[in-house]
């Protein structure tokens, strides 16, 4: 890596590129401000050091790193067409998964997703003399230079689609064998409050034992008072429902034991015991 006026010149083979440039430049971000390709400007990608940079920010750039080549992007969000709703529409189903707008997972909004014009453009320094993209007369390292930076955008933005498709719900190890405590403990439909505490929200219900008791506590002090989990770890009982999320469905089900949401196929049974 050789160092010019204070700026890393990124190698050509670009899978020797860290991981921090590749995230930088392929969320088509500014280095210094929050543009990116939807902005008014676009973006600038400087070919030498593979950075992003806004309009305010691109001059800087080639002044202090005497840079002259620069891939510029500029995406137009299409109208948006609006997808009309059915009064006999079936009921949605309860996501099975964390994710988003995939199976099992959170449904977006019903409007289709954003689709836009994207336009791809050399610019040359300092005069801002563009070049339309593709171009069959561009010198081969140029050409190159610039797939690499598009292919790097397209693998961001898989990479980021994978961590947001979560995992599905398993069935817990305990569900089939879980004790159900015969000890008189009945749950009113509504009106629940901690056992512990005064807390009326965010209330789990252990399915062994039947007690009712708050989630944990939030890093900002909101939250529960991890009345739930305490009691797991006194007892061990692993299993609990989140009251007032269960339906025909299903529920939010958590299992201390394995930290994690899971699926008990005999909730509905459980219930109706208590």
């Known amino acids: 890596v050789r160092r010019r006026n204070g700026c890393s010149s990124i190698p050509r083979r670009f899978g020797s590129s860290s991981a921090a440039w590749r995230q ?8 210094f401000s929050f543009d990116g390709p939807e902005s008014e400007n676009g973006i600038y990608v400087c070919l030498t050091h593979f950075l992003g940079f806004g309009r305010d920010y691109v001059d800087l750039h080639h002044l202090k790193a005497g840079c002259r080549v620069y891939l510029h992007t500029k995406k137009t969000e299409k109208p948006k067409t609006i997808v009309a709703k059915h009064e006999d529409s079936p009921p949605k189903k309860k ?108 209330l789990w219900l252990n399915l062994t034992d039947g007690a009712i008791l708050c989630g944990r506590r939030y890093y900002d002090g909101s939250g529960g008072n991890n009345h739930a989990v305490e009691h797991f770890e006194e007892t061990r009982y692993p299993l609990c429902v989140k009251l007032g999320t269960i339906t025909a469905d299903g529920a939010d089900v958590y299992s201390y034991d394995e930290d994690a949401m899971v699926e008990d196929p005999l909730l509905a049974q459980r219930s109706e015991e208590r």
């Open 24 to 31: 930088s430049r392929a969320q088509g971000q500014c280095a």
């Open 95 to 202: 996501p099975t998964r964390m994710a988003l707008g995939v199976e099992g997972g959170f449904d977006l909004d019903d409007e289709a997703p954003p689709e836009f014009d994207v336009v791809n453009s050399i610019v040359i320094l300092p005069s801002f003399a563009s070049i339309s993209l593709p171009c069959v007369d561009l010198p081969e390292g140029v050409q190159k230079s610039i797939a690499g930076v598009l292919a790097a955008e397209s693998a961001w933005k898989e990479e980021v689609a994978a961590a947001w498709e979560g995992e599905m719900k398993f069935e817990s190890k305990h569900a089939r064998n879980l004790t159900q405590l015969d000890n008189g403990v009945k749950v009113m439909p509504s009106g629940w409050i901690c056992s512990r505490c005064d807390l009326t929200n965010n």
